[in-house]
């Protein structure tokens, strides 16, 4: 009987040490760093513009990049923002991006300037939708970057 009340007691204490360990791991993930939803639109507003200056400048692997770190961001916010209603509204941005990356793709400047207009017009209607008509989007007039060569050097 007596081994049996210590073979109970191991396995409460085991049961106390990872009850214990789970509890620091629930604490540590809930005060890790988790990006917010301004800081994903900071970010899609940079890469947004320098999609502009690519395609402008027929830099097609630049723009393909450029919408590859746009659709990064997107996802990032509905893996991290969930809890935040603009997420709800981020699925009407999917067509304009899809017909972009078609533009891109092809080659094709004219396309890309009309969807490039059009993403930028569904930026601003999902502000709109969102109660942030406040912060308006619109075709860059000056890069970004005055580090930054956005015309393609390897096609020469």
């Known amino acids: 009987m007596s081994i049996f009340c210590l073979a109970c007691n191991q396995k409460a204490k085991q049961n106390q040490l990872l009850q214990a360990r ?3 791991l629930e604490k540590r993930i809930n005060d890790s760093y988790k990006p917010g939803f301004g800081e994903f639109m900071s970010s899609i507003q940079v890469h947004h513009i320098k999609l502009w200056f690519a395609g402008k400048n027929k830099n097609w692997k630049l723009a393909d990049f450029e919408m590859n770190e746009i659709k990064e961001s997107l996802d990032g916010i509905q893996k ?6 603009e997420s709800k509204s981020i699925g009407m ?4 991006i899809d017909n972009l990356n078609k533009a891109i793709q092809q080659k094709d ?3 890309f ?3 490039y207009i059009l993403l930028t017009n569904t930026c601003n209607s999902c502000h709109k939708v969102t109660n942030h008509e406040f912060n308006v989007v619109k075709i860059p007039d000056t890069p970004p970057f005055s580090n930054q060569i956005f015309k393609d050097e390897s096609a020469k």
Request: proline share 5%; with cysteine; net charge neutral.
């Open 93 to 96: 941005i999917n067509q304009p």
């Open 109 to 111: 400047s004219v396309s």
């Open 113 to 115: 300037k009309n969807s």
């Open 80 to 85: 991290y923002c969930t809890d935040r209603q």
């Open 22 to 24: 789970i509890d620091s």
